[in-house]
């Protein structure tokens, strides 16, 4: 073999060695559903980055009574609010409606509370934490 060969030959085999599969990332994804359980676990495309979700309740009934649309979503999330909204509007009037949404780049970031839960708890600890601090000194 050339000397080229050799030099070209670990080059080419550790690329291989280290190309992974692209994968895409995983979402929550349901449309209209009544409980979150309801929700399926999906791959995205491997264009996807994003998981987005909207949670719509009926201003004018019962407070526990949500419906939850989520699926993949590209960088933007635009898109998918849009067609997510859509699908709400089918199924709740626009006037009566109260939406909350996210967009978000983790696995299954898009799950019942997504990362609003653990962000209000945070941001309560961390308010307090100088209180403790002054009570202590």
Partial sequence: MP??????????????????????????????????????????????TRCASLEATDKDGPKDKKLHFKDCSNSSCVNVFEKLWKQANDEVPASVMDVRYTCCSKELCNSADGIRGMNLIGALLLSLGPVFLWAIL
């Fill in 3 to 48: 000397r080229t060969m050799w030099v070209l030959l670990p080059v080419l085999l550790s690329t291989l060695l280290c190309v992974q599969p692209a994968h895409g990332l995983h979402c929550y994804q349901c449309s209209g559903a009544k409980k979150f359980s309801q929700c399926q676990s999906v791959q995205c495309s491997p264009f996807a």
